[in-house]
């Protein structure tokens, strides 16, 4: 529960937040504004911290609204209030350490998205073991030429070559055009690059046995038919929207987790889920990428 002690300010997670500017709009044609984003967030928050907790964010912010201009950003501000928490990262293209963004609880998702968060981003490790990601992802791209029921077959085939070497996934829409497959990992196990090394062989495989529907990216545009394994989401400082945020896009879609029966069934779009009623869905589902958090896979060698 949220107490409000007055128009402005929230007790959360036992500190007092300030957010402002409640109405100002955010997604013109959807007429969502600032407000409604942070509602969402606050209704959502039991769902969406435990996959935010103890890894490291990159935030797209919007401050005028996601047609306005957005840019990224990982690096905690140095207004954050002192009971914000941050990791220290050493990033290979600078000299000294960075202060990476944290969210362990509502208080710190809210006041990020006070500052205009739209987009929450997490690595694949948490702290404080960062170099052993806890899941691989597979990043199920479209080409501009595809429609999202082939993005669907796709990851029917990618659900059915994993379950052939002994590992379940879970999809989700990524809140765009794709879909994201994760694949839970023993802790402490894998390198990144040890995982972002079979994520490759793995898509490789994918495109030989897929007839054509699934193929290698090259380059950063994905042009064409078919639909593209993005291995690259694997690796160190390398992020996936998390499951629940809101994307910066038409409509405000949120990156949804799906039961492979929906995947099956088909017959919705990446847009049908947005702000508006994801936590709907929540209250009657549940969180469907629970057990994302709680198994455990090792990956296999591919022969």
Known sequence: MVAVAGPNIWHLAGVEVEVKNLGKTFWPKAGYTKGDLLRYYRTVAPYLVPYLRGRPLTLKLCPDGVSAGCYYRRKLPGYAPGWFPKVLYNPKTKSGQVPLILVENEAHLIWLAN????????????????????????????????????????????????????????????????????????????????????????????AERSRGLLRLPHGATHLGEGVFVDYAQNGYGRNTAAPYSVRARPGAPVSTPLTWNEVEQGGFGPADFHLGNVPGRLSEQGDLFAPVREYSQALPPLK
């Open 115 to 206: 500052q205009a968060a739209v987009e929450f981003h997490v690595w694949a490790s948490t702290e404080p073991d960062l170099a052993h990601p806890t899941w691989l992802v597979l990043d199920l791209d479209p080409g501009d030429a595809t429609d999202f029921g082939t993005v669907l077959e796709a990851a029917l085939h990618v659900r059915a070559e994993l379950a052939r070497i002994g590992l379940t996934g879970w999809p989700k829409t990524s809140g765009g055009r794709g879909i994201h497959v994760l694949v839970p990992l023993e802790t402490g196990r894998y390198t990144h690059a040890q995982v972002r090394a079979w994520a490759k062989a793995f898509a490789l495989r994918l």
